[in-house]
């Protein structure tokens, strides 16, 4: 007989891990992360052949807790955008 898996205990956060933000449990793969590769148009399975040590099911729990904390999450990556964007533009004027 199989266990039933828990969904609440897929996505977990830590203040001391990935700078609190929302990942897989047992990984430092963040719900971000993985939003970001299914956006880039990867599906659930191959985000899963490129991460062979998750399971379809947290990936698929990552996606349901982006479409449920969207706005939250949506705002997370854009400011990782913003922030890679200007640390590209300093390292291009230091470099020069």
Do not use: F, Q
Not at 12 to 22: A, D, K, L, Q, T
């Amino acid at each position: 007989m199989t266990t039933a898996t828990d969904m609440g205990t897929l996505i977990v956060r830590n203040p001391e891990v990935c700078g609190g933000r929302s990942r897989i449990e047992v990984s430092r793969i963040t719900v971000s992360h993985i939003v970001i590769d299914y956006r880039a148009g990867m599906t659930p399975e191959e985000i899963l052949e490129d991460k062979h040590h998750l399971s379809l099911a947290k990936i698929y729990a990552a996606l349901a807790y982006y479409y449920a904390n969207k706005a939250k999450i949506d705002a997370d990556i854009e400011a990782h955008n913003r922030a890679c964007e200007k640390l590209a533009v300093e390292s291009t004027i230091t470099n020069n």
